[in-house]
């Protein structure tokens, strides 16, 4: 682990504030991370990857998003596309698809359509078997990563039912249009893409036909809350790294910034978020790597946690930093535009409160 996070800090080397200004990391960057297979890191050794453990990809996650969260939003998607063809595929199509996204290929996941956001019920892209072909037709909105995808799983119906496909975005009727101007993440390739009657093998549908939709895309989320929840801990490092560094040296009224109460309150809240958040996903990690049935309840606790905590901590650092961290470069302001999209992503933050309300209701006494 120690040689990946050595690998993912050369690889970003303070550029992530120039990759934000410009909306692009170049190609180069993200194949090298895809190559290194540092992008989808669970990935079993069987098919190339890396088979490093939920907690030990969840902590290199946490560098990665104290860095770059676009970079990290990446590694989310690339992990969560891999994740739905090991869980959902056969043993052929796993031995397909995988060795390409640890070798360098690139994938993005797409449930999300201009009606179907929170409820994924919603979904119309419509997925029909022709003979020994599927037909792909509908459009996809806001697919993290879409633009430097060579692959995309794609949530449609199928059969009276659901399924996710697996498609090459060179594929003839495959559109990709970039997200003008996104809030935050800003390099992370958020796209729109339309699938235009895109014929593909039968063999790229993943599983069987017909299955439900919330199953679906609760396997695949389950990866991304985790992935998010660990990318937001990062947030949260981030933001405490350049407040105490500012706080200790700036002075006013005759003393640091740290030795007035109230940054000190600010400071500690920041730090206790911090932790919260990392114990939070460590507990979630374990529920993965122990197979535990609350993996899923975990995996939601810790996203709404970590990402509620990255924005207001972000906030928090904007405000101790004060014109210090104002501008679109510095760190702070980056930090503050990415989080606030982590509690809308992967499940927003009224969606998890619901799941996990939901939950509270039906284990509680
Ligand atoms: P809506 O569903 O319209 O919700 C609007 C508001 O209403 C939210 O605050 C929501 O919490 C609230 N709300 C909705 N229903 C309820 C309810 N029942 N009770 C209480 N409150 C409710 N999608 C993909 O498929 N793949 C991706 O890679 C991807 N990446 C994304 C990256 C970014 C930066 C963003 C912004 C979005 C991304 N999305 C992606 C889409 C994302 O999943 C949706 O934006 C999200 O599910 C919310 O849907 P919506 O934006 O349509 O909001």
Excluded at 172 to 187: I, K, Q, W, Y
Excluded at 268 to 283: C, F, P, S, Y
């Amino acid at each position: 682990l120690t040689d990946l996070v050595r690998f993912a800090g050369d690889l970003v080397g303070g550029r992530a504030g120039d990759w934000d200004a410009a909306g692009e990391i170049p190609r180069e960057s993200i194949t090298a991370a895809a190559a290194a297979g540092v992008l989808c890191a669970q990935v079993p050794t069987e098919y190339g990857g890396l088979g490093l453990t939920s907690t030990g990809n969840g902590r290199l996650t946490a560098h990665v998003g104290s860095l770059c969260s676009s970079l990290r939003s990446l590694m989310t998607s690339q992990g969560m596309a891999a994740w739905s063809i090991q869980r959902l595929g056969s043993r052929g199509q796993r031995r397909a698809y995988l060795p390409r996204l640890t070798g360098g290929e690139l994938a993005a996941v797409a449930f999300s359509e201009a009606s179907a956001g929170s409820d994924l019920s919603l979904i119309d892209t419509e997925i029909v078997a022709d003979g020994d072909s599927v037909v792909l037709s509908g459009r996809k909105v806001w697919t993290t990563g879409a633009w430097y995808a060579d692959l995309l799983v794609v949530f449609g119906q199928y059969a009276g039912g659901a399924a996710a496909v697996v498609v090459p975005t060179a594929t003839p009727g495959v559109t990709v249009d970039r997200v003008p101007d996104p809030l935050g993440c800003r390099a992370a390739g958020h796209a729109t893409v339309t699938f235009d009657s895109v014929r593909l093998p039968a063999g790229a549908v993943l599983g069987g036909a017909g299955q439900s939709v919330e199953l679906l895309v609760t396997t695949a989320l389950t990866y991304g809350r985790l992935s998010v929840a660990w990318g937001c801990v990062g947030i949260l490092r981030g933001c405490l790294h350049v407040v105490t560094a500012h706080a200790k040296v700036r002075e006013q009224f005759g003393k640091p910034l740290a030795r007035h109460q109230l940054v000190a309150r600010h400071i500690a809240g920041l730090a206790v978020d911090e932790h919260t958040a990392a114990a939070a996903a460590e507990h979630a990690s374990r529920c993965w790597d122990e197979r535990s049935p609350d993996m899923v309840v975990a995996a939601v606790r810790a996203k709404y946690l970590a990402s509620t905590q990255a924005a207001r901590g972000a906030g928090t650092a904007v405000q101790v930093l004060a014109s210090a961290g104002a501008r679109d470069g510095d760190f702070a302001a980056r930090a503050y535009r990415d989080a606030k999209l982590m509690e809308i992503i992967e499940g927003s933050t009224e969606i998890c409160q619901l799941i996990l309300a939901e939950h509270a209701l039906t284990t509680s006494a």
